[in-house]
């Protein structure tokens, strides 16, 4: 009788253990998507996160921008292909990705260049300067140096050259001929070349006003100009741009 009560509860333990369900883990899974591809750079593109099985989520924007909500509202500043990385971590520590490409297209700027006099007499500004060097530069201390400017384009026959693929900033216009140039109207005040933060999804068009210069007061190859920074802004009335100097923005889409 011993022998029976001492094996009875060995049975039961035998039984409890075989029905007891096995302990499952449940791996998150990373989704998600995008309204817009291709966007234009300063245009707000929403990404919402579909995940599932997750305790937290994280957005990497490939553009050093990271998000911690399902759905982000983000622009990007320069053109380009960026991989955007969902990551979706679970509870108990496993993580799964999910990659949305994204192209991002650049903004078009059209540069017309004009003559200031044909302004200052009352006279229409119809005269525009072909063969004129224009180049775009990212600052202000950049346009004074000289240093990080685009490529170099040279107005046509209409006097107009288009720059194409640029990023959602402001740029400072730099225009130089033989004998006409920018220089002057900038010192006296920097809107004569500053253009606007230039959104992806218009086109955009800045007037840039020249001043006429007589042969032997400027460089004879634009190589020669010494750096801005170490010049004295010109004496006298200051020119202010006002409503002279267009800023157009064009829907593009």
């Known amino acids: 009788m011993k022998r029976f009560i001492f094996i009875l509860p060995l049975l039961s333990l035998i039984v409890i253990s075989c029905t007891k369900e096995p302990c499952v883990i449940i791996e998150p899974d990373a989704n998600g998507s ?56 679970g509870t108990k520590g496993g993580i799964s990705s999910f990659v ?38 990212p600052t202000y201390d950049d346009w004074l140096n000289f240093t990080n400017g685009s490529e170099t384009l040279y107005t046509d026959s209409y006097g107009e050259c288009t720059f194409t693929g640029l990023s959602y900033q402001r740029y400072y216009v730099d225009v130089w001929e033989a004998n006409h140039g920018n220089e002057d109207l900038a010192f006296e005040d920097v809107g004569w070349i500053e253009t606007p933060m230039l959104e992806g999804v218009y086109y955009w068009t800045f007037e840039a006003m020249v001043d006429y210069y007589p042969d032997g007061k400027k460089a004879a190859a634009a190589k020669e100009r010494a750096p801005r920074s170490l010049k004295a802004a010109p004496a006298g009335e200051k020119r202010t741009p006002a409503d002279i100097v267009k800023k157009v923005a064009r829907e593009r889409k």
């Open 34 to 89: 995008v309204d817009l591809n291709p966007a234009y750079v300063g245009e707000y593109v929403r990404f919402t996160s579909h995940s599932t099985n997750s305790d937290y989520i994280e957005w990497d924007m490939d553009d050093g921008i990271l998000y911690n909500e399902p759905v982000v509202d983000h622009y990007f500043v320069d053109p380009g292909f960026y991989d955007v990385t969902l990551r979706a971590f």
């Open 100 to 137: 949305i490409p994204e192209e991002v297209i650049g903004a078009e700027l059209t540069v017309l260049v004009r003559l200031w006099t044909d302004i200052e007499g009352g006279a229409d500004p119809g005269y525009l300067l072909p063969g004129a060097e224009v180049i775009l530069y």
